[in-house]
Every structure is written in structure tokens, then in C-alpha cells.
């Protein structure tokens, strides 16, 4: 199954992928990996994951619209899924944690998250947290309640590292008191930090839209910077290797740069492994984070029909 992107400017940016199936790029600076294949493909994964040590983060986040995937029966995306998982469990460490993202179709029974969520119930993995991280913007009717949640789910495999993490939202409430060595003590002032731990909702996380400067306009989904920093920063240390089989905008491998992670990761479109690679160079060259209005591919635009290139280099989200 691929994501099928851009489908008026995708043959035109194949030429200016630097990969094509089943090759793959080496980062000589920090030892990333970017891989162009498919994901469910054992001897592919394997190549990715050539002479790396055992991830103790995996990172995922996979196409879960299955207009997407021209309307493929849900069994067939459980079945694919499996593979996938399958293949990124392989090379996981023994103690290593697994984030998803994945939809749920309100108007489908949930579909594909019950069904994916009893796939992994017959796996290795422990099921550890159902994150739920907030759109500012939802779709919906005025028939129904507005839909502005993105799930995430937290699996575990042993017993991996974590490390709770904080938000920028500074704690208020007063008056809760416990006893400490006999002493009364407020909660405040036992806090280890003056801001709220994030739990399993994220309210404070701002959605990737055309305005902010990490945008990657021809990226559908796109996850936060921030998003992604927090769960790297919360389960894996410096140094760890983050398998992410699903590159699509890069944001892994950025976030993984800019921790001291090493990022392995891959996508079956040569577009998205390239928009990877060159969102990396970007960062390096000008340390921001993404294009906000431009496109990945702008310098290389001349050459195209003007119209093609118009259209190229206004697209969005």
C-alpha cells in the first residue's frame, strides 16, 4: 500500500529524487538512514537497519485513510499493518517502546482503530497509553460534535526508559497538601517543576498548518515538530537509534537531529524520501524547520512548464 501524493505534480518531482525503490541514503555527519521501500518487506527493513544497533524508540505514524489507499478493504489494511509491525518488532530492542499514530473514522465504526488495537493485543507489546493530542482546527457538521482529536497510541516492549516531560503551562492550583518526613507541604512547593506534566491529553501542542515556519506544504497530516521532540525526549536517550518506517515529512529525522538521536527511517514514495533528505539539508543550511509557504522542490522549478511550476510552488496542505 503507498500514500499517493500530489497527483498532478508527483511525476513531475520523481525525476528530481535522488532515490529510487529499494535504495538507500547515508548521512555521514550524524548516521541517519533514509530508505525508499516498502515498509512490509522483511530483506528491505533489514538493508534500512544494516549494521544499526536495536532501536529503543519506534516512531510510527502510517496512512490510516483508506480513500487513500483506494478504498482497500479493512482487512487488508490489518492484515498490511501486521507486516509492518512485524518487521519494525524485529529490530526493536529488548526494551524499547512503540508510538503509533492512527486515525478513527467517526462515520466507520472507529475503523481502523478497534481493529488495529486487537492486532497488537495478540503481539509482543504491552499497551501502556491512549494519547489523544487536540486539532485547533476540526472537521465536522452542525449535526455533529467536532471532530479535533489525532490518537496516538503507546505500546512497550520490557522495560524501556522514560522520562516524564512537561508542558509550557504553569501550574495554579493551590491547596493540595500531603505529608512529607511529618511535615505539611504544599503541592507547589514539592512540584519538581513549576509547569504540568503532560498526561494523555495534549491541548498545548499547536497543529502544523501553511503559516507556521516547519510546514511542509506538499505533506499531508503533518505531525508537530514538537510532538515528535516530546516523545523522543520522554523515551529514548541521547545517542538511541528512532526507527520510523513512514518518513513522509521528515519530521522524525529532524526531531532526531536536533535531540542527538539517530533517526532509521524510510517511505515507499521517492518524493517523500527525498522531501526527507532535503528537509534535513534545509535545517543544516539555514536551521529552520521547514518551507511554511515555499515548496522542498522550488529550486529545481525553473525547468518545468511555467504552469506547473505555479502550481508546484503555491500548494498546501
Request: hydrophobic letters at 35%; one cysteine or more; a neutral charge.
Amino acid at each position: 500500500m503507498t500514500m499517493k501524493p500530489m497527483p498532478t505534480d508527483h511525476d513531475h518531482l520523481l525525476p528530481l529524487c535522488r532515490l529510487t525503490m529499494g535504495e538507500m541514503w547515508r548521512d555521514e555527519k550524524s548516521g541517519h538512514v533514509v530508505g525508499c521501500g516498502d515498509c512490509t518487506d522483511p530483506e528491505f527493513v533489514s538493508r534500512l537497519m544494516h549494521r544499526q544497533p536495536p532501536a529503543t524508540l519506534a516512531l510510527q505514524d502510517p496512512p490510516y485513510n483508506l480513500v487513500v489507499f483506494e478504498r482497500r478493504s479493512l482487512s487488508e489494511y490489518i492484515a498490511w499493518s501486521e507486516r509492518w509491525i512485524e518487521n519494525c518488532e524485529r529490530y526493536l530492542a529488548d526494551n524499547a517502546s512503540l508510538y503509533v499514530w492512527l486515525g478513527a473514522d467517526q462515520d466507520e465504526h472507529y475503523q481502523p482503530l478497534p481493529q488495529f488495537m486487537e492486532m497488537m493485543s495478540r503481539r509482543r507489546f504491552q499497551s501502556r497509553s491512549f494519547i489523544t493530542m487536540r486539532n485547533q482546527r476540526g472537521y465536522g457538521t452542525q449535526k455533529n460534535w467536532m471532530a479535533v482529536r489525532q490518537e496516538l497510541l503507546y505500546y512497550t516492549k520490557g522495560e524501556p526508559y522514560f522520562q516524564p516531560q512537561y508542558t509550557e503551562i504553569p501550574k495554579t492550583l493551590k491547596g493540595y497538601y500531603k505529608k512529607i518526613a511529618g511535615e505539611k507541604v504544599e503541592n507547589l512547593e514539592r512540584s519538581r517543576s513549576p509547569f504540568l506534566r503532560a498526561g494523555n491529553v495534549w491541548v498545548d501542542i499547536q497543529q502544523v498548518f501553511y503559516r507556521m515556519e516547519e510546514n511542509v506544504p506538499i505533506c499531508y497530516a503533518q505531525k508537530p515538530l514538537k510532538a515528535i521532540e516530546r516523545i523522543i525526549q520522554a523515551s529514548s536517550r541521547a545517542g538511541d537509534v528512532v526507527l520510523d518506517l513512514f518518513s513522509h515529512a521528515g519530521t522524525t529525522l529532524l526531531a532526531c537531529e536536533r535531540m542527538g538521536r539517530v533517526s532509521v527511517t524510510c517511505d515507499i514514495d521517492p518524493v517523500f524520501a527525498e522531501v526527507t533528505i532535503r528537509r534535513l539539508e534545509r535545517y543544516r543550511e539555514t536551521g529552520k524547520p521547514g518551507w511554511q509557504r515555499k515548496h522542498p522542490f522550488e529550486s529545481d522549478l525553473l525547468g518545468i512548464q511555467p504552469t506547473v511550476a505555479r502550481e508546484l510552488a503555491t500548494s498546501e496542505n
